[in-house]
């Protein structure tokens, strides 16, 4: 029997400005990561994602960035370790607080953009983005890019993981994430994200942006929730995994 995690980033919309389409994507996903506030989402649309969340029986996971809320948390900062601990804590704190009020369980991490990256190549960065997750609720799960030196900080100090593919992301022969600077970072075609879905899963394989076949493997799969056609994309991803009798089931005891 195969499982995998379907994972979105949710609720980046900010005050009247709205972002993505969550109301149809939780229909199609396992797994919601929100935002937290600083590099998008406010008080009233946290409520709001979870409260849904909850409703469509979606895991909710923290996804926490840098605050930079003009450059949606997708530049580079440079921060000390004690900075990145603090924007955890800050983060985490936030959405358990709306977690706690609507009953429901805060069930794993995600870091956001270029804390995301950063964590996934600076030892030092991923180490803190775990300490300060395993001190804040050690039973978290924390999602990670492969052969990730984030996967390692959980490896090294016994955290939950789960590593995370992405369906609409090309790669680079070095197992990251081709830089969205790079006109070829995003898969547009629909049939093409699913076909690397399915090649992630079945064979363990992904083909890189060089067209170059690495080894990959994945407990999550990730959709963007802010690309077009997202809701298409993970209507089609659902549909062709259970034709695959690949199992969609988010992670975590209650699984």
Not at 130 to 140: M, Q
Request: charged residues 20%.
């Amino acid at each position: 029997m195969i499982t995998i995690d379907i994972n979105c980033d949710l609720g980046e919309g900010f005050g009247l400005y709205k972002m993505g389409q969550d109301d149809e994507l939780l229909s199609f996903i396992s797994s919601a990561n929100i935002a937290c506030g600083f590099h998008a989402g406010d008080p009233m649309i946290m409520n709001a994602t979870i409260k849904k969340a909850k409703k469509k029986r979606v895991k909710i996971g923290a996804h926490p960035g840098f605050d930079d809320l003009h450059g949606f948390g997708r530049r580079e900062m440079k921060v000390d370790i004690d900075e990145v601990k603090s924007l955890m804590f800050y983060q985490l704190g936030a959405i358990k607080a709306f977690c706690d009020y609507h009953q429901v369980p805060l069930n794993h991490m995600k870091p956001h953009g270029a804390l995301y990256n950063m964590a996934a190549t600076d030892p030092s960065i991923a180490r803190a983005i775990v300490e300060a997750t395993k001190s804040f609720h050690s039973s978290l799960i924390i999602y990670g890019l492969a052969n990730s030196e984030l996967i390692q900080a959980c490896i090294d100090l016994n955290m939950p993981y789960a590593i995370e593919a992405f369906v609409d992301r090309t790669y680079q022969e070095d197992g990251t994430l081709t830089p969205r600077s790079l006109p070829f970072a995003t898969i547009h075609s629909i049939e093409e994200s699913v076909n690397q879905a399915l090649s992630i899963i079945i064979h363990k394989k992904v083909k890189t942006a060089s067209g170059k076949m690495i080894p990959l493997e994945a407990d999550t799969f990730c959709i963007h929730g802010d690309h077009e056609n997202s809701v298409e994309l993970a209507s089609a991803l659902r549909k062709t995994l259970i034709d695959h009798d690949i199992i969609i089931r988010g992670l975590g005891e209650q699984s």
